[in-house]
């Protein structure tokens, strides 16, 4: 008889105001379905059903949704309560502190799979590191910009690059170093690197 032990999936109940953001998010785990089950899908309201943790996904909601947060944290049906969000303001992180952990969208699949397993093993994930990643706050043009100040390309050449004007190219390097609190291009390529937008090998 073997002694391996088979254990069962992790029940996971997926949150939020939006059908298509709880679809999205099922989508992104079902490659894991050996590792997390995902038994509910509850758009605007809360789980019915028994979880081992409910992921409340913050897209469009956050003070709004508090009570609802709570209510699932002090429901004995569901193990522990997840917030899943770009970023994790201090204020908001403190008006909920019922909830178990916290998961930073900027995960992939996998570490999300890998942060479910710990949570449910018992870690606080996340709580103590609630700060957002420097380029949260970045739109996706102010990120392509961004990698590019990484390569080194001046305004002209990110210009030509990305098809915009290098007076449009200011405008978005002035709002990058605004929002990441840099003063110049080596400080933002730096932020690039940390964050992974350096160059590609």
Not at 57 to 84: E, K
């Amino acid at each position: 008889m073997s002694g391996t032990q088979y254990r069962q999936p992790i029940r996971i109940t997926l949150v939020n105001d939006y059908q298509i953001v709880v679809e999205g998010l099922r989508t992104m785990l079902s490659p894991y379905v050996d590792r997390v089950r995902v038994v509910e899908l509850e758009a605007g309201g809360i789980p019915t059903d028994s979880t081992d943790i409910a992921m409340f996904d913050t897209f469009a909601a956050r003070r709004s949704v508090s009570d609802r947060i709570r209510a699932m944290a002090a429901d004995g049906d569901i193990g522990r309560v997840v917030l899943y969000t770009w970023d994790a303001p201090l204020q908001f992180v403190d008006d909920l502190d019922d909830v178990d952990a916290i998961v930073l969208k900027s995960v992939t699949g996998g570490a999300l799979v890998d942060c479910i397993e710990r949570i449910h093993a018992g870690e606080n994930v996340g709580l103590d590191q609630v700060a957002p990643p420097p380029s949260a706050s970045l739109s996706e043009r102010e990120l392509e910009v961004l990698a590019r100040l990484a390569l080194g390309d001046s305004n002209r050449q990110i210009a030509d690059e990305l098809y915009l004007s290098v007076d449009t190219v200011k405008t978005h390097v002035k709002k990058v170093f605004g929002k990441l609190g840099v003063t110049n291009r080596t400080q933002a390529a730096l932020v690039a690197r940390s964050v992974g937008l350096g160059p590609p090998e």
